[in-house]
């Protein structure tokens, strides 16, 4: 009887193989590239995204309409601007769009042109924004460009003012004709609505923070020149690493 003679087994030859990984940025996103609209900063996808499309029929149900409150004091701005509001959603977007008289809203809704459902929030996101205060042409960076957020915050959420105290704080945000709001806006590319005790703030992510950085340092009562030289160092750093 014959016997078998030993053979030496790899075993790394019987491991399986791991698959291959795709390759991508440090974010882990698509690429991006930075992008300007009327003068707010945003970011671009090099790569068209994966249009979702609709698998059901729609229905008014909450995952295909919307609804935007419209408060009292912005009924005459929306009527004098609501042909450059519908265009762009019903034209661009694919969008239903009408104002409901009885209910005071602005109701968005997909209909069977609608190839991509994400131009559902889109819409409603640049409608918010026009009702917060913004211009209708910065509002439409919402549609334009991606990575783009409305932050919304009170002054009392800083400090708590009152009074005299109060108003002197704005008139700190806004300075004389508006000069030190511009400054602010220009430096950090975002766009700011002051309504009243509260502050709207348009732009990404990164700007916002230093908007907001500067805005607070205001109401806390630091002077505007101080506050002018923190944001050019700041702005100089970020336009060096881009």
Same mark, same amino acid.
């Given at each position: 009887?014959?016997?078998?003679?030993?053979?030496?087994?790899?075993?790394?030859?019987?491991?399986?193989?791991?698959?291959? $990984?795709?390759?991508?940025?440090?974010?882990?996103?698509?690429?991006?590239?930075?992008?300007?609209?009327?003068?707010?900063?945003?970011?671009?996808?090099?790569?068209?995204?994966? $249009?979702?499309?609709?698998?059901? %029929?729609? %229905?008014?149900? $909450?995952?295909?309409?919307?609804?935007?409150?419209?408060? %009292?004091?912005?009924?005459?701005?929306?009527?004098?601007?609501?042909?450059?509001?519908?265009?762009?959603?019903?034209?661009?977007?694919?969008?239903?769009?009408?104002?409901?008289?009885?209910?005071?809203?602005?109701?968005?809704?997909?209909?069977?042109?609608?190839?991509?459902?994400?131009?559902?929030?889109?819409?409603?996101?640049?409608?918010?924004? @026009?009702?917060?205060?913004?211009?209708?042409?910065?509002?439409?960076?919402?549609?334009?460009?991606?990575?783009?957020?409305?932050?919304?915050?009170?002054?009392?959420?800083?400090?708590?003012?009152?009074?005299?105290?109060?108003?002197?704080?704005?008139?700190?945000?806004?300075?004389?004709?508006?000069?030190? $709001? @511009?400054?602010?806006?220009?430096?950090?590319?975002?766009?700011?609505?002051?309504?009243?005790?509260?502050?709207?703030?348009?732009?990404? @992510?990164?700007?916002?923070?230093?908007?907001?950085?500067?805005?607070?340092?205001?109401?806390?009562?630091?002077?505007?020149?101080?506050?002018?030289?923190?944001?050019?160092?700041?702005?100089?750093?970020?336009?060096?690493?881009?």
């Amino acid at each position: 009887m014959e016997v078998d003679k030993e053979v030496n087994i790899d075993v790394n030859n019987f491991e399986p193989r791991k698959p291959a $990984k795709r390759r991508m940025n440090s974010t882990g996103e698509s690429k991006m590239e930075t992008a300007i609209h009327n003068g707010i900063e945003g970011k671009v996808r090099t790569r068209p995204q994966a $249009k979702r499309y609709r698998t059901k %029929s729609f %229905s008014e149900t $909450k995952d295909n309409m919307r609804k935007i409150p419209v408060p %009292s004091h912005r009924y005459t701005p929306l009527k004098e601007n609501w042909l450059k509001i519908f265009t762009p959603i019903v034209e661009h977007l694919q969008l239903q769009v009408r104002f409901n008289l009885k209910t005071r809203n602005v109701e968005i809704k997909t209909c069977d042109d609608t190839k991509d459902i994400a131009n559902l929030q889109k819409a409603a996101d640049f409608v918010k924004a @026009f009702i917060y205060g913004f211009e209708v042409e910065d509002a439409l960076a919402l549609l334009r460009l991606d990575d783009l957020f409305i932050e919304t915050f009170e002054i009392k959420d800083v400090k708590t003012l009152r009074g005299d105290h109060q108003s002197r704080a704005i008139g700190r945000l806004a300075g004389k004709g508006g000069r030190t $709001k @511009f400054t602010i806006e220009n430096v950090t590319k975002t766009r700011i609505v002051l309504a009243d005790s509260k502050i709207h703030i348009l732009g990404s @992510f990164q700007n916002i923070q230093l908007a907001r950085r500067a805005i607070c340092n205001l109401i806390l009562g630091s002077p505007p020149s101080k506050v002018y030289g923190q944001l050019r160092n700041v702005a100089s750093r970020v336009s060096a690493r881009m």
